[in-house]
């Protein structure tokens, strides 16, 4: 993998993940943009305990555009894009319209390929390697920033999910506190650990998941599984067998076989509705322990933490979605319409050939 660092002509930065290592990049952006100006700013609820981002600048972001204004695609003879270079292999740069920027965080969006018509299932596995190794570089250089706490790598597939951009694409959020999602999970970690004489939570899940009847697909290093209380109508976690922090800490094995399980269980999602339904929409979330203080989880380390990556659809069958109604927006009790184990066996069934 060959990395170069450059700048878009309004100061913001952009990274080329080349397979490579001979690969120049000198390509100048040459739009006539002025320095980004951002209004981000984070508010603590004080009933909830959460916190949310306030960022009024993205109510001008780029929305639907057509495919040959896409924003996302290599610059092309006088259409000109976020990406100064005539192809690429990987590219992040600096968001435009970012949730969060300066004290309250960063943004980047990650391009996975230049085809604006591929979708992260269709790279090879080489490439599936290099975004691998872009979302870890990017953990690592975003971790050090002093404003920084927690790295969340992520892809959002479909225009149901809120897509604005139809070009492969993933994004990483940067924050300056460590995650409400996270946070619980850190607190059930810490009550597990002290109940049940310092065995870890994640530890026990994955062990009693691999015995169980939900698991979806194994491999030497990876399993991917249904979990027992899935929110999701298909709903699969996917864990290194080998428990670690964050994708800084995965081995070369388990680097190397990654790309082999993720994009199946890609092409099963697929599949999950049958041929000639439309590619499923999916959010792809990484999970990584908070390089933030852990001291309010009660004898909880960085090492307790297990990284694994979620992957749903708000699909719940053909033509229909799993809306977050009454009770899962206003009490956060979701209602799953299809069993655990039912989700399970239908990605079973679904095998890409």
Request: charged letters at 30%.
């Amino acid at each position: 993998m060959k990395k170069t660092s450059t700048r878009l002509a309004d100061g913001r930065e952009l990274i080329y993940y080349d397979l490579r290592d001979d690969t120049v990049r000198e390509a100048v952006d040459r739009r006539p943009l002025d320095r980004t100006v951002t209004t981000s700013e984070i508010r603590r609820d004080p009933l909830l305990g959460d916190r949310v981002a306030v960022a009024s600048h993205r109510q001008g972001r780029t929305y639907h555009p057509p495919a040959d204004e896409c924003p996302l695609c290599p610059t092309e003879g006088d259409r000109l894009s976020e990406v100064p270079d005539s192809w690429y292999d990987v590219v992040v740069f600096e968001n435009r319209f970012p949730s969060l920027a300066g004290d309250s965080g960063r943004c980047e969006v990650v391009c996975f390929t230049s085809d604006h018509d591929a979708s992260f299932a269709d790279l090879t596995e080489d490439q599936a390697r290099l975004v691998l190794e872009a979302w870890t570089d990017r953990t690592s250089e975003l971790s050090h920033l002093p404003s920084v706490e927690q790295v969340f790598c992520f892809e959002n597939r479909g225009a149901e999910i809120g897509v604005t951009l139809g070009h492969p694409h993933g994004q990483i959020y940067a924050y300056p506190f460590t995650t409400p999602r996270t946070a619980l999970m850190l607190r059930s970690l810490a009550a597990h650990k002290e109940a049940a004489g310092g065995e870890n939570l994640f530890d026990a899940v994955l062990e009693q998941e691999r015995a169980g009847e939900r698991v979806v697909l194994e491999g030497e290093h990876w399993v991917a599984f249904v979990p027992y209380a899935a929110h999701w109508p298909y709903e699969v976690h996917l864990y290194p067998k080998r428990r670690v922090p964050d994708l800084l800490a995965l081995d070369e094995a388990a680097r190397t076989e990654f790309p082999q399980v993720y994009l199946e269980l890609l092409r099963r999602f697929d599949r999950i509705f049958g041929e000639g339904e439309p590619p499923t929409p999916y959010i792809a979330a990484w999970h990584q322990a908070p390089f933030g203080p852990l001291e309010e989880f009660d004898g909880v380390t960085r090492d307790d933490f297990a990284l694994h990556l979620e992957l749903f659809t708000i699909r719940r069958t053909s033509g229909k979605l799993k809306f977050l109604a009454g009770s899962e927006s206003g009490m956060n009790v979701f209602i799953n319409d299809v069993p655990p184990e039912r989700a399970a066996e239908r990605l079973r069934e679904v095998a890409s050939s």
